[in-house]
């Protein structure tokens, strides 16, 4: 039997029609403050668990849970919900995340309305976590509403909510939580609602994101300090070879010169030069870095940073060659790289280019994985359809230049999950900042693509 074609117009009214709803419920969820800071009450972190899983079960879950795995430090994690619709035999399941926790709400002072008194003004809801990320959660819960109510037994998918609770404090246990409910979690399709749209009235799928490794570079030139008097001249100190070291790792233009990783010219859309330098507050003489356009040396092209740097500090600097100084850099990775082949590629460099035979040391520190879609599927091709049905506006496919660790974990755990990265955030959103605030109509035409995208899944 040919599967049931897309009801759009049916989904359209009923998001049209829930909307309230899902007003009211966004506004519950961001009166409860839940922090997963240790500086903050645990309590509250427990109650807004709660809410989301009595929200899980008044939209029609049928198996709601809220779980939590053991920390490092042996004591439980965050509360996470669990919830779900089981599918029909030999249909997909989707797997719906976004997190119940938020950022502290900083000085409430600086809140034009408190941060846990949502509050409608202009066309927004404001609050702290409105945007980051109870819009992603509300969002799950009115697709599934209305994907349910309007298709009833015609749907097949299964379908899984999975809110975490201590996304803004580092998912401290959520590689163990996903080891643990690995079974409770399978999905084909993960769409991750925690990132947001281009711009008001233009949607966007974020496509890629660059990963991180960092580490440090010493530099050991001489067996102790030396007199500069005495042996300068024939004696170069470590701070002058380690300052030539790190000047090769870029070329005249300011492009990361390290040979061997992955580059690629490639977005989609460009931000114009002035919009940028102001967003950046580049002083008016400074010139740009790279080449290219802008969005593929901030999405599609590495880009390497020191840091921090260990040497004498200029008020105890006395008349001496330093014998050696460290610097610690930080490489973002392009989606194509691998944080091991970055890592060699920095060990050959900095070997290659050790400055007048010194002895150079590379420390690997922390690494992570990039991410990039593979834009030939047809999840993809499905949430792009939904997105420009919903907005009426072909979708940007947006990269991201920072991670996302979540997104690594979850495609690390489910290699063969396809994962989509949606939000309803945008630039005016303000997410971990004071006045935080979600545009309501954004918010809905997300929650319309998201119906969409699980009815053409169902319809697959
Ligand atoms: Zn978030």
Known sequence: MAPPPV???????????DYPRTIHELKALVAVPGVAWAEFDPADLARSAGLVAALARSAGFTHVDVLAAEGPDGAP????VVARRLAKPGWPTVLLYAHHDVQPPGDPALWTSAPFAPEERGGRLWGRGAADDKSGV?????????????????????ITLFIEGEEESGSVTLDRFLAEHAALLASDVIIVADSGVWKIGVPALTTSLRGLVDGTIELRALEHGLHSGTYGGPVLDAVTLLAKLLATLHDETGAVAVEGLVAADGADRDIDEETFRTDAAVPPGVRLAGTGTITSRLWTKPALAII???????????NTLVPAATAKFSLRIAPGDRP????????RHV?????????????????????AADLSSPAVGDALWAM???WGVAPVRAGVGGSIPLVSALARHFPAAQILITGAEDPDSRAHGEDESVHLGELKRSILAEALLLAKLNAR
Request: glycine fraction near 10%; include cysteine.
């Open 7 to 17: 009801p759009v117009q049916l989904l359209r009214e009923q998001v049209d029609a």
């Open 77 to 80: 994690g965050a509360p996470a």
């Open 138 to 158: 509300v969002t799950h819960l009115a697709a599934f509403r209305c994907l349910i109510e309007v298709l009833g037994d015609d749907c097949g998918l299964g």
């Open 308 to 318: 921090g740097l260990d040497a004498p500090a200029v008020a105890t600097a006395s």
């Open 340 to 347: 091991e082949n970055a890592m060699d590629a920095i060990r």
């Open 351 to 371: 070997a290659l280019h050790a400055p007048g035979g010194a002895e150079v040391t590379v420390r690997p520190g922390r690494a992570s994985r990039p991410f």
């Open 388 to 390: 420009e049905e919903s």
